[in-house]
């Protein structure tokens, strides 16, 4: 029996086919798979599974339709049997904030009140307004349109009317690395680019900010988020893949919120959502109680790596 899990279903191997020939693999003869797909490694792939597992359930959802499906979706559609979804784990020891030797303050559900710290002296070392009562805006990312980017440099100038500091950490596309480091030249006050990939200030703007934007126009799991919200970050992402299955939106059930989700992916909805956060973010008691709810959030890849020994099991 065969398992095969998809990632990121637009990554199929395509260009590879003289390489396969020489390999000596041969084209599939599943005629239900486009012409196209019959030479190419992950349809293939796919054709071959007896399950076929997206990193999260809401991406195996979104794979069936012609927006995600990138030609694949009627093949997926008269598979559907096999198509399921099981969301990405983190490693909760490795990611723990209350043992994490590379920021400034550790802290925990329990001792909440130390967490300021590290957005205090993140203000202080990026020569920023050192305020705890002023929000600060993060993001980790790789710079691309997929990972939604250019509605951030869109929205934010939009936004400038009201209190918040905003820092980036990321690299990708030259001309949107330009855009990052532009933008914090305009604003050196309240935003600062960090171009590049760093471990170490990635855990420090995990720790320090208070909101988080992953504003992806497809994002089959997404680790980020979970990070994030195992840091005391709330996310405002775009409802889409994994994002669905992992934040718990406020608009939902205020209570039990971990973030903020919205449907509308461009830098008008991006705005909006920004706008409500900041609001709430206000109200420090709905705030806190919200931190609290997405640092206990179970992401452990036990929980998982449980359901995938039941598919294993069930074949």
């Known amino acids: 029996k065969c398992v095969l899990s998809i ?18 693999f041969t084209p599939s003869q599943d005629a239900d798979l486009p012409d196209w797909a019959r030479y190419t490694p992950l349809p293939m792939g796919i054709a071959a599974a007896h399950k076929v ?27 559907v049997n096999k198509v399921m979804g099981i969301l990405n784990g983190i490693d909760e020891d490795r990611w723990n904030p209350a043992e994490d030797e590379t920021i400034s303050r550790c802290f925990s559900v329990d001792l909440l009140s130390e967490r300021v710290k590290n957005k205090l002296d993140l203000q202080k070392a990026l020569g920023f307004e050192i305020n705890e009562d002023l929000p600060l805006l993060t993001i980790v990312t790789r710079l691309s349109e997929q990972k939604g980017v250019p509605s951030i440099f869109d929205a934010l100038p939009q936004l400038l009317d009201r209190n918040w500091q905003f820092a980036l950490l990321g690299s990708g596309s030259p001309d949107l690395e330009e855009k990052a480091r532009k933008l914090a030249e305009n604003h050196p006050e309240r935003i600062a680019c960090f171009v590049k990939y760093d ?16 504003p992806s126009l497809y994002e089959p799991c997404g680790l980020s988020q979970m990070f994030a919200m195992r840091y005391g970050n709330l996310p405002v992402a775009t409802a889409t893949g994994g994002l669905i299955d992992s934040i718990c939106d406020y608009s939902a059930n205020p209570e039990t919120a971990t973030g903020f989700l ?15 956060a900041l609001d709430v973010f206000e109200d420090q008691e709905t705030w806190q109680t919200m931190q609290k709810n997405a640092m206990t959030t179970d992401f452990c890849w036990k ?4 359901k995938y020994l039941e598919v294993y099991k069930s074949l």
């Open 262 to 276: 919205y449907t509308e992916k461009s830098t008008a909805g991006l705005v909006k959502s920004l706008n409500l």
């Open 303 to 306: 929980t998982s790596a449980m």
């Open 53 to 79: 597992i997206a990193v999260s359930p809401g991406y195996s959802r979104e794979i069936l339709t012609p927006e995600y499906g990138c030609g694949m979706e009627n093949y997926l559609q008269k598979h």
């Open 7 to 24: 990632h990121n279903l637009p990554y199929n191997g395509w260009g590879s086919q003289e390489a396969m020939s020489k390999l000596g």
């Open 199 to 214: 471990d170490v200030i990635s855990r420090v703007l995990y720790a320090s900010g208070d909101i988080f934007l992953m």
